[in-house]
């Protein structure tokens, strides 16, 4: 059964620095990855889709990459604003039935 | 604009009434999904359906039920079996194969 961890659990960094968020997942067999990020309170709204045969999405300041064969993905955030701030969750598509999800990095960007 | 529509964003219902959690698809997707979400966990799949008058049970089925007669649509009823049904619910739609998913804006239930 396929898991995914991201680390750290929280972060809380000053404005303007880069900084980077890991997720592991322990089945390579995926399709693509999705990085999230959710509001409090509200939905998810998709950031970057890699599909299994890509190495890395970039999508403004914001750069995602994936290592199937070791079950990694990162995503880096470049020149962070206090608008980032945010839970960003990290899911992996092996089949079917949909999205098998990371519990999760709550960011805290201080002004 | 095309998108998924949850309603209602906040529902509140008594212990041992059943509850359903609406979703409207107008993606022309052929996959719907019903996820929860609890404090500080991540997302956990309840139901999902790949075709109209099919569904199939996720991680944590019991106590909910689906039902999928058009393409469009995909509502989630919380039963009175559900132990812990106070959660937020999110519905999710996708292509075939490798399409990324695609959320509502979410349910908030709580059951008191």
Known sequence: KQEVTQIPAALSVPEGENLVLNCSFTDSAIYNLQWFRQDPGKGLTSLLLIQSSQREQTSGRLNASLDKSSGRSTLYIAASQPGDSATYLCAVRGGADGLTFGKGTHLIIQP | ?112
């Open chain 2, 1 to 112: 604009d095309g998108g998924i529509t949850q309603s209602p964003k906040y529902l509140f219902r008594k212990e041992g009434q059943n509850v359903t959690l609406s979703c409207e698809q107008n993606l022309n997707h052929d996959a719907m999904y019903w996820y929860r979400q609890d404090p500080g966990q991540g997302l956990r799949l309840i139901y999902y359906s790949q075709i109209v008058n099919d569904f199939q049970k996720g991680d944590i089925a019991e106590g909910y039920s689906v039902s999928r007669e058009k393409k469009e649509s995909f509502p989630l009823t919380v039963t009175s079996a559900q132990k812990n049904p106070t959660a937020f619910y999110l519905c999710a739609s996708s292509g075939t194969g490798d399409s990324p998913l695609h959320f509502g804006n979410g349910t908030r239930l709580t059951v008191t």
